[in-house]
């Protein structure tokens, strides 16, 4: 078995966190799209600390399986990062590259994923080091690295640049080194990128890119800093630009992309199951979405469906006759037929390729659904991201190959503790790798027990679309009758477009969660806190099950941590004392 190189890290501490979108990201950067970015390295947008920030998951090679090793997210500028754990639940902080590289004749090795990004997008295989001085002699070791002929390394222009160089050439023994080196007017690959980028004319950014790729301008002045007489850059990337003129197409306009994965999430009984119903009868029989214009509706089109929680004959079908499903576009899998005539349950692992079968003799099937995707995992366990990120992977990949969405149900995990990104259930993967996420989660209880708890769909992964708005809904009763019998079933009734988010809900949902109290408690916080750093255990700040304010019994110890939380309240040790602060402070040292 293989080990992943790198070191464990600890959340480096941020000043504030202004929030940084994606869409931002990528314009600063000079990229024209979000694509490649997302195809090559699963870069997507989330919440941290009540604002949106940019995650670049980390991952190695290990034998032969690519592992999550660790998350960074960027709320602002480059100083205003943290690190999130990987699949190990841990943070193995290493080299940043794609797992799309594996053996390349030629690698540059720079800092930082936004250069790791540029030299993707022109086609260059690339190796991020954390900062100039990350360099650690066993990312030799890694394939890209230890399987490359000849190595780049990117010299930026200032005192640490040279020393950079020369320690990454001293783990390099024996391998063709040679130092590109920067100048200051365009100090590294993405100022140089966008140097280029802004003389040449184009109405939008992304035809600026298109024409900046075509020209190789850029790789011609790369060339020029290094010495004369180089053999030219051997690409492996391919022009990462041809994937991003392909625009999304959608299944739901701005909510779920065709031809792609896409997962729903939440606890039992919100209301998931019952709005894929929903969204079945409407491409059964060709009706557009909610807060869609008509004519964005597609024609009728078959969908498959492998249910495994509901009785189709009892539940499931008669909700979808309820919901104004076209039964004759429905096509149910409930077991596969082996080669000796037995049948088993259909598993993904094993059966995928097998739906290209129902797709030829079916054209017109535009959907597949998976309720819940957990049951048709087959041999594989729903919690082993190494097993399930290339399952996944499979299913996204049949999805663009064969033009048919697929949709899957998956549930929360019970740890309300903890933030959306981390209450999907399952490891990493089943966030990362579908296209979007969508969460299910019900109002909290209203201070008049008679008022309704409406039900809400909230964006999990807002980096998809500018339209990061959610829906809420209700489950309405309706009657249908079978065989003489009346039964009641739910439909879903669609009540308007929200903006709250998916960490603001969940965190209302956490017992004794009162918005009124915990918005003082962050006031008297910030007062209690602006003089400087506080001991954690002294005066007000006190230990689990106590009360404390500048009166007692004014605030409890729950409040005060979710004000904190809020707050972005750092607790930092100094020997064996820990203290709060507010991140505005300068960091106590040791």
Not at 77 to 98: C, M, N, R, V
Not at 434 to 453: G, I, K
Not at 482 to 497: C, D, F, M, Q, R
Request: aromatic content about 8%.
């Amino acid at each position: 078995m293989g080990k992943i190189n790198g070191h464990a890290g600890a959340e480096t501490a941020t000043v504030e966190w202004p929030g940084l979108t994606l869409e931002r990201y990528v314009a600063e950067k000079g990229f024209g799209s979000r694509i490649a970015l997302e195809q090559f390295f699963d870069v997507h947008e989330t919440m941290h600390k009540g604002a949106p920030v940019v995650a670049f998951p980390y991952g190695q090679w290990v034998d032969d399986t690519w592992v999550h090793t660790a998350t960074k997210i960027r709320g602002g500028s480059s100083h205003q990062t943290a690190w999130l754990p990987g699949e190990q639940g841990k943070k193995i902080i290493g080299p940043y590259y794609t797992r799309a590289i594996r053996q390349v004749e030629d690698i540059f090795i720079c800092e930082g994923e936004s250069d790791v990004h540029t030299l993707t997008l022109h086609g260059l295989a690339a190796v991020g080091i954390s900062g100039a001085k990350g360099w650690k002699d066993e990312y030799a070791e890694i394939p890209p690295i230890r399987d490359a002929q000849r190595v780049f390394i990117c010299q930026e222009p200032d005192a640490d640049g040279p020393k950079f160089v020369e320690a990454v050439r001293k783990g390099l023994l024996g391998k063709k080194i040679y130092a590109v080196k920067f100048r200051a007017d365009a100090p590294d690959p993405n100022a140089l990128h966008l140097k280029h980028l802004a003389g040449l004319l184009g109405d939008t950014q992304l035809e600026k890119v298109a024409a900046l790729l075509k020209s190789e301008e850029f790789i011609r002045a790369l060339l020029a800093l290094l010495p004369s007489g180089i053999p030219a850059f051997k690409i492996v990337m391919g022009n990462a630009l041809e994937e991003q003129f392909e625009p999304y197409r959608w299944l739901w306009p701005d909510r779920i992309p065709k031809d792609m994965l896409t997962v729903f999430f939440g606890m039992p009984g919100v209301g998931k199951t019952t709005t894929l119903w929903d969204i079945v009868a409407r491409v059964s029989k060709g009706e557009h979405f909610p807060y869609c214009p008509p004519e964005t509706a597609a024609r009728p089109a078959k969908v498959i469906i492998l249910e495994a929680e509901e009785p189709l004959k009892q539940v499931a079908g008669p909700k979808l006759k309820l919901a104004g499903a076209n039964m004759h576009n429905l096509i149910f899998i409930e077991s596969t037929v082996q080669p000796n005539g037995g049948k088993q349950p259909f598993a993904l692992d094993r059966d995928l390729e097998s739906l290209q079968g129902l797709l030829e003799q079916h054209p017109d099937i535009a959907l597949i659904v998976f309720d819940p995707m957990s049951s048709y995992l087959g041999d594989i366990e729903t919690n082993k991201n190494k097993e399930v990120r290339p399952l996944l992977e499979r299913v996204s990949a049949f999805a663009e190959e064969n033009h048919v969405t697929i949709i899957g149900n998956g549930h929360f995990n019970k740890n309300i503790d903890q933030a959306a990104l981390h209450r999907f259930s399952g490891g990493s993967a089943w966030v990362e790798v579908p296209r979007a996420v969508w969460a299910f989660v019900r109002e909290p209880q209203h201070e008049d027990p008679q008022q309704e708890r409406l039900r809400l769909m909230l964006n999990g992964k807002p980096s998809l679309t500018k339209n990061d708005e959610g829906l809420k809904f209700r489950l309405r009763n309706a009657q249908l009758t079978i065989k003489e019998e009346t039964v009641n079933l739910a439909v879903v009734e669609w009540l308007g477009e929200v903006t709250t988010t998916l960490d603001e809900e969940l965190s209302k949902s956490k017992p004794g969660f009162k918005p009124e109290k915990t918005e003082a408690c962050m006031a008297w916080l910030r007062d209690f806190l602006a003089n400087g750093p506080q001991p954690a255990g002294d005066h007000e700040i006190a230990e689990p099950g106590t009360v404390f304010g500048e009166s007692k019994g004014k605030y409890h110890y729950n409040t005060v941590y979710e004000a904190a939380k809020r707050l972005g309240v750092r607790k930092p040790k100094q020997g064996r004392k820990s203290y709060w602060e507010l991140a505005s402070q300068p960091l106590l040292e040791g």
